[in-house]
């Protein structure tokens, strides 16, 4: 199909200038100003193979929403299954402004929305200065998740420069 093409199937919505549908394995191939749109998730790109019944799939030059506030860029976006995405050559941030006030700009990425974000050769960048590099980062998207805190470092006249590392241990929500 071509124009301005919507496919509903379930809770997805497929918007597309192009459409190639398989009928028994419910593939779609999407091409030209595509949108997919899946519970509190909206991820626009130029090409998405997409299958419908499994919710797996590839979105090339990809940008969207995914729920709790994450917005992205991807050079690739792989949906492996419903709550989990892999990204390449992305920038992520929470930021809701037009230039965001901070980014993490990646090589790679795993998503899982409302859980957390794993992240591989991490650039942090505030507006569009690279500030620094982190080999490996996991980045929880939780209220409340054990984890280390970020490192203050200090100087203070006779004690000279110190260095703190916290741990922050999220026992159970009643404690």
Known sequence: ???????????????????EYDLETKDVRAEGNVVVQTGGEVIRAER???NLETGRGT???ASGLVQPSVLFEAETL?????????????????????NPRWSFGLSRANL???DYVEMWDAVVRIKSVPVF?????????????SGFLTPQI?????????????YYWAMAPNM
Do not use: M, N
Not at 9 to 17: I, R, T
Not at 136 to 143: I, V
């Open 1 to 19: 199909a071509t124009g301005d093409v919507e496919i509903h199937y379930g809770e997805v919505l497929v918007l597309a200038d192009r459409v």
């Open 48 to 50: 998405a193979l997409y």
């Open 59 to 61: 979105i090339e030059q």
């Open 78 to 98: 792989e949906r492996k299954q419903a709550g989990l995405y892999a990204l390449k050559r992305a920038r992520l941030t929470a930021c809701t402004q037009p």
């Open 112 to 114: 899982k929305p409302g």
């Open 133 to 145: 590099y982190l080999p490996y980062l996991r980045y929880p998207l939780k209220d409340r998740a």
């Open 154 to 166: 200090g100087f203070a006249g006779e004690k000279g420069l110190s260095f703190s590392q916290s």
